[in-house]
């Protein structure tokens, strides 16, 4: 999008206000995640750049935050909460999504509007709203303060991803391809297993990383159903900024940040993988 | 599996066409059978594990069995009371209320009861448990003694409500919700100003989730369309710059702008460092509504820019040059040409930021002080805290009704494209 050879001044100057304006926005989106990496080397309990830090004095910073965590029984076990309830409900999703998806995209599949909007309301309906109704359902059926219960919770908010994606995937997908498999002598499940699953794999993986995402990040219900045992890292997070706000968290912050964008590498290399196999050239 | 021959002619006669019929019909019955099923266990888990759980706490908002169920005795005895008499209800129903009295104070349930009704008149905790206290000692009897320990047994109101919650169902945590009451006398009239909560909370979140709708249009059109018109690989390195924060933790983005907005925060320094602001007068961005709509406008950013983005993505930019060959100048070009072809991108990204927003509760509780406090917080206040579960249901059921009555009417405008799509 290079000025064209025509504009005027007024055209030019709007040219340059708008890039300047943009690259103001970028700053504004991805600032707040870069401050939080050198803030949380700061060897003082503060949230701002000591002068040291800006000096560049290298007693200025510490691992302290990083060792209080890994230190920390509470935060080591929250992580292992959240693993647990992450992987469960991933794979729950995963499945479940997957065979509806597969029967949404069939067009022989009866009230398909109506039963897609079921299984998409957890993503409409918001949190706030689910947590609530979890607590009193779970509550009255024993469930409440136990993984099962996480886990369940989790599941339903995560598997309308893997249904879109999915469901997006099988949107370009060559029936005739299955039909070929068959008319080579392949069962229905031979034909499932080598030539269905692997074209809509990426779909069900990026959307199983959409559910792992939104467990591992879900904090509203979390609150609501789990028990001190099940403590997660969100909640303890969600605690500890509620009580007294530590660089602990910041550090915590920092990893999480780190993760994020190894799923996000993820997910987009699925995402051009994907591409490349269905014959979609990146344009 | 076909047994029908077809004749020379390939005529079928009329048994082999209904037979044929009527296997084609089998066929298609054993696909729908068969999409049906794969459906079925993920329709199956969703209803139990999600739509049974917003259904219960539908129940929850009209249920009302504390009275009827922990004072069963007082509820039949006034069963036979005329609450619009203006006299009191006879002895039976005092001896009845002795005895419930009794009974709750062994079992610790008056308690329940007494709470319920101070919903409805305050004191009547007071009454109910102070009494219940005494009721042990009382021989028949009881009207004059009662009234004599409490005099609020001889005021009718109190027997009005009683009488009026000792319905198994009510609406009156939905006249509670819009900041209305009951008069014992039946009317249903509105709080008196200074005591209205939940309409202005409702407003106040409807308006600044526009605001924060509003400066996520403002932020990510632009960027959006510069998205949209540079080289796809250019355009891909600066989507990490959007995607990045679209996945990362809810909580981190939150407490970044804890550290970058308090007193002792980073932008504050800069400002004093800068001299824009003295030392001792920082501002004070956070834990106020501005810290509210800063925090969330950068939160739900991507969820604009994003369906923004491929509606663009979709716009060929020759229709621009040829409006400008046309001797458009570049804002007319733009506003009757690249505009109304975004209109499905503006309200896809606002409709979805717009719900995302109005549902808010995690940010506005960590950084919204008293003033940046959503109708969200308010339903956890009622779950977690004043456990007043019955209003915090009816609570979510108006803000669910408002979600899906926008979400409603989005698909509607829209057509049956309605799916929001994550890219």
């Known amino acids: 999008m290079a000025l064209p050879s025509y504009a005027g001044p007024l055209e030019t100057f709007w040219y340059y206000a708008f890039r300047i304006f943009c690259g103001m926005v970028f700053v504004f989106l991805i600032s707040p995640l870069l401050i939080i990496i050198p803030l949380s080397f700061n060897v003082e309990p503060y949230f701002s750049f000591t002068e040291g830090m800006l000096a560049f004095d290298p007693d200025a910073y510490s691992l302290r935050w990083y060792q209080e965590f890994f230190g920390s029984e509470r935060w080591m076990n929250a992580i292992q909460n959240t693993f647990i309830v992450a992987v469960c409900s991933t794979i729950l999703s995963m499945i479940l999504g997957t065979l509806a998806a597969l029967g949404l995209s069939r067009s022989e599949l009866p009230f398909k509007g109506m039963i897609m909007g079921f299984l998409i309301s957890p993503m409409i309906v918001p949190l706030i709203i689910s947590a609530a109704g979890m607590f009193f359902f779970y509550s009255s059926l024993g469930i409440s303060q136990s993984y099962l219960g996480l886990i369940l919770a989790h599941t339903a908010l995560g598997t309308p991803f893997v249904v879109i994606t999915v469901t997006a995937t099988l949107s370009g997908f060559d029936y005739n391809l299955v039909r070929a498999a068959a008319s080579l002598g392949a069962t229905p499940t031979y034909a499932f297993f080598k030539v269905t699953v692997p074209l809509i794999l990426t779909g069900v993986i990026s959307g199983g990383l959409f559910a792992l995402m939104t467990s591992v990040d879900e904090v509203v219900v979390a609150i609501f159903i789990a028990g001190a045992e099940q403590r997660t890292v969100p909640m303890q997070m969600w605690a500890g900024i509620r009580e007294q706000i530590s660089p602990t968290i910041l550090a915590v912050a920092t990893l999480l940040v780190c993760m994020s964008i190894l799923l996000l590498s993820t997910v987009e290399y699925l995402r051009r993988r994907s591409e490349t196999i269905r014959g979609i050239t990146p344009h | ?423």
């Open chain 2, 1 to 423: 599996m076909m047994a029908t021959t077809v004749e020379a002619e390939g005529q079928l006669t009329p048994e082999e066409q209904k037979s044929l019929t009527a296997d084609m019909h089998r066929s298609l019955r054993r696909k729908k059978i068969r999409a049906m099923l794969l459906v079925a266990p993920l329709l199956i888990f969703i209803m139990v594990t999600f739509v049974s759980p917003i259904a219960t706490m539908l129940f929850r908002s009209v249920d009302n069995p504390q009275v009827s169920e922990y004072m069963p005795n007082t509820t039949a005895a006034l069963a036979h009371w005329d609450a619009d008499s203006n006299e009191l209800p006879g002895e039976e129903t005092y001896a009845a209320l002795v005895e419930d009295l009794e009974v709750g104070r062994k079992n610790h349930t008056i308690g329940k009861a007494a709470t319920r009704l101070n919903y409805e008149k305050s004191q009547m905790r007071s009454l109910l448990t102070g009494t219940a206290r005494k009721a042990g000692r009382l021989k028949p009897p009881y009207k004059e003694q009662l009234i004599k320990i409490n005099d609020g047994w001889g005021d009718i109101d109190n027997w009005r409500v009683i009488k009026r919650e000792s319905k198994p169902y009510t609406l009156s945590y939905y006249i509670a919700a819009f900041d209305m009451e009951t008069t014992p006398t039946g009317e249903i009239k509105m709080l008196p100003e200074q005591q209205r909560v939940y309409l202005q909370m409702l407003w106040r979140t409807v308006w600044m989730s526009v605001l924060i709708t509003t400066l996520t249009l403002i932020l990510g059109y632009p960027v959006s369309y510069l998205l949209a018109s540079l080289p796809m690989s250019i355009a891909n390195t600066l989507m990490i710059l959007v995607l990045l924060p679209f996945w990362t933790s809810l909580l981190v983005r939150t407490s970044s702008w804890i550290a970058l907005l308090q007193g002792q925060g980073v932008i504050n320094d800069i400002l004093v460092w800068f001299g824009l602001v003295s030392d001792d007068n920082r501002l004070s961005m956070i834990y106020n509504a501005t810290g509210t709509v800063i925090t969330m406008t950068h939160i739900l950013l991507p969820f604009m820019i994003l369906p923004l983005y491929s509606v663009m993505k979709t716009i060929p930019p020759s229709y621009m040059r040829a409006a400008r060959s046309l001797g458009a100048t570049p804002f007319t070009a733009f506003f009757k040409v690249y505009l109304p072809q975004s209109v499905p991108g503006i309200s896809a990204g606002a409709i979805l930021v717009f719900i995302l927003a109005i549902g808010y509760y995690i940010t506005p509780a960590l950084v919204g002080g008293q003033t940046g406090q959503f109708i969200g917080n308010m339903i956890a206040y009622h779950m977690q805290s004043s456990l007043n579960w019955g209003l915090a249901a009816a609570l979510g059921v108006v803000l669910l009704a408002l979600v899906l009555g926008i979400y409603g009417l989005y698909s509607r405008l829209l057509g049956g494209n309605n799916q929001m799509s994550l890219r």
